[in-house]
């Protein structure tokens, strides 16, 4: 299988989920990615904005998948996702509609960024955020 071009940006999350088809449907009805590829084994998502493309892969964990083996001392700790978007409170809005699990509105940070952030269903946190000098 090839990859397309549009499918190779600069990094790439590949998030482990328990339910592909239930993950796959959230990023895109809740969260606002386009889905480009959904097979069995994994699906690849895009969120597009004016300062890029931000893209998520999706993977159903499984009980031999060496990377998620619990209370392993060399696993990584912890993991947030910031995306870029063009309106985060618009952006806010939907996912609030939709039911999304916020875990902080969107606010003015000292750092520089309007950001907002939820739990997705797998337990990985997003961030959705925008430069101040940027616009809201």
Do not use: C, N
């Not at 592909?20 to 959230?26: E, G, K, Q």
């Not at 069995?40 to 159903?60: E, K």
């Not at 060399?74 to 985060?88: A, M």
């Not at 000292?110 to 430069?131: Q, T």
Request: glycine content about 8%.
């Amino acid at each position: 299988m090839a990859i397309d071009d549009d499918e190779l940006v600069p990094l790439t999350a590949e998030l482990h989920v328990r339910d592909l088809d239930a993950s796959v449907a959230y990023w895109r009805d809740v969260l606002g990615f386009e889905v480009s590829r959904h097979d069995p084994d994994f699906a690849v998502l895009f969120h597009r904005s004016a300062a890029g493309d931000a893209m998520v892969m999706l993977a159903p964990s499984h009980e031999d998948t060496p990377e998620l083996r619990p209370g392993d001392p060399e696993r990584g700790l912890g993991l947030h996702l910031r995306v870029t978007v063009d309106d985060v409170d618009a952006h806010f809005e939907r996912a609030k509609t939709a039911g999304a699990e916020i875990v902080f509105a969107p606010t003015d940070q000292a750092y520089g960024l309007r950001d907002y952030m939820l739990r997705v269903p797998d337990g990985f946190y997003v961030r959705f955020a925008r430069g101040l000098t940027s616009g809201h």
